[in-house]
C-alpha cells in the first residue's frame, strides 16, 4: 500500500477527531470518526471510498440522533486496519485528547500538508466575521484548528509558520485547549493554493464567500449549493 495523498488526509483525520480502541481488554480493535449529518454525509462517503480503495477494508457509516440533532459515525472493527494505523503510521490509540500529534515520520511539508488538511477536515472551521471596514456583511476570514494537545498545537505552528503562514494561537483556560489560526484574504488564498479543502461543507464556503465577496451566516450545505448553482 503507498502513502499518497489521500492516505495522509485520512491519518489527519483521525488525528483531529478520531478515536483508536486497540487492543482493548485484548479483543477490541475498532477506529471511529464522528461528524456533523447535516454537513459531512458527503466526505463521510469519500472517506468511506479512501479506506477501501487503500486498504481494502470496508467500514459503515451511521445516523443517530441526539436532543440537539443528528450525528454521523463513520466505523470499521478490523485489528489489522487498526494494527496498520497504530504500528504503521505511528498513531496514538485513545485516550489521546491532551497527547496525540503527527508523527515524526510524516512532518516533512510534501506529506504533512496533507495530513495538517485532514486535521482541519475533522477539527477545524473555516467562518467569516465583520472587517473594520464593514458593519454589516462577514466578509473576513479566519481558517481555524482546535485541540487541547500541546504537542498538536506547537508542531501546527512550527510547520505553518516554516511555509511562511501567518500563524496566531488563542488558548482557553477553561477547556485548557488552544486554538490555531489564520486571519484574513491573502492567508486563506494561500492555504488553498497550498493546502486546500477536500469537504463540500468547506469548499462551498470558500465559494460563496468568493463570488459574493461576503459570507452568509447560518447557511446549510444545500443552500449554499443552491446558491452557486444559480451563478
Same mark, same amino acid.
Given at each position: 500500500?503507498?502513502?499518497?495523498?489521500?492516505?495522509?488526509?485520512?491519518?489527519?483525520?483521525?488525528?483531529?477527531?478520531?478515536?483508536?480502541l486497540?487492543?482493548?481488554r485484548?479483543?477490541?480493535?475498532?477506529?471511529?470518526i464522528?461528524?456533523?449529518?447535516?454537513?459531512d454525509?458527503?466526505?463521510?462517503?469519500?472517506?468511506?471510498?479512501?479506506? /477501501? $480503495?487503500?486498504? +481494502?477494508?470496508? *467500514?459503515?457509516?451511521?445516523?443517530? %440522533?441526539?436532543?440537539?440533532?443528528?450525528? =454521523? #459515525?463513520l466505523?470499521?472493527?478490523?485489528?489489522?486496519?487498526?494494527?496498520?494505523?497504530?504500528?504503521?503510521?505511528?498513531?496514538?490509540?485513545?485516550?489521546?485528547?491532551?497527547?496525540?500529534?503527527?508523527?515524526?515520520?510524516?512532518l516533512?511539508?510534501?506529506?504533512?500538508?496533507?495530513?495538517?488538511?485532514?486535521?482541519?477536515e475533522?477539527?477545524?472551521s473555516?467562518?467569516?466575521?465583520?472587517?473594520?471596514?464593514?458593519?454589516?456583511?462577514?466578509?473576513?476570514?479566519?481558517?481555524?484548528i482546535?485541540?487541547?494537545? /500541546? $504537542?498538536?498545537? +506547537?508542531?501546527? *505552528?512550527?510547520?505553518?509558520?516554516? %511555509?511562511?503562514f501567518k500563524?496566531?494561537? =488563542? #488558548?482557553?483556560?477553561?477547556?485548557?485547549?488552544?486554538?490555531?489560526?489564520?486571519?484574513?484574504?491573502?492567508?486563506?488564498?494561500?492555504?488553498?493554493?497550498?493546502?486546500?479543502?477536500?469537504?463540500?461543507?468547506?469548499i462551498?464556503?470558500?465559494?460563496?464567500?468568493?463570488?459574493?465577496?461576503?459570507?452568509?451566516?447560518?447557511?446549510?450545505?444545500?443552500?449554499?449549493?443552491?446558491?452557486?448553482?444559480?451563478?
Open positions: 500500500m503507498m502513502i499518497n495523498r489521500d492516505v495522509l488526509e485520512l491519518i489527519g483525520v483521525i488525528i483531529g477527531d478520531g478515536s483508536i486497540y487492543g482493548y485484548n479483543e477490541h480493535y475498532r477506529m471511529e464522528s461528524g456533523n449529518a447535516e454537513e454525509q458527503s466526505y463521510f462517503l469519500r472517506l468511506q471510498k479512501i479506506i /477501501k $480503495n487503500n486498504f +481494502n477494508k470496508d *467500514v459503515k457509516i451511521i445516523e443517530r %440522533n441526539h436532543k440537539k440533532g443528528k450525528s =454521523l #459515525s466505523y470499521i472493527n478490523n485489528r489489522e486496519f487498526v494494527e496498520i494505523l497504530v504500528k504503521k503510521f505511528q498513531i496514538m490509540s485513545s485516550p489521546k485528547t491532551f497527547t496525540i500529534k503527527i508523527p515524526n515520520k510524516f516533512n511539508w510534501k506529506l504533512s500538508k496533507h495530513i495538517i488538511r485532514g486535521i482541519f475533522s477539527d477545524g473555516l467562518y467569516f466575521s465583520r472587517s473594520k471596514i464593514t458593519t454589516k456583511l462577514k466578509t473576513y476570514p479566519r481558517i481555524e482546535k485541540t487541547c494537545s /500541546k $504537542n498538536l498545537v +506547537n508542531q501546527l *505552528v512550527e510547520l505553518l509558520k516554516n %511555509n511562511n500563524v496566531q494561537t =488563542l #488558548s482557553s483556560k477553561s477547556d485548557k485547549c488552544t486554538k490555531v489560526y489564520l486571519s484574513g484574504e491573502n492567508m486563506l488564498e494561500k492555504w488553498v493554493k497550498e493546502i486546500g479543502f477536500s469537504s463540500k461543507k468547506n462551498t464556503k470558500y465559494l460563496l464567500w468568493k463570488k459574493l465577496g461576503y459570507y452568509i451566516p447560518k447557511s446549510t450545505l444545500k443552500e449554499r449549493e443552491s446558491l452557486l448553482k444559480s451563478f
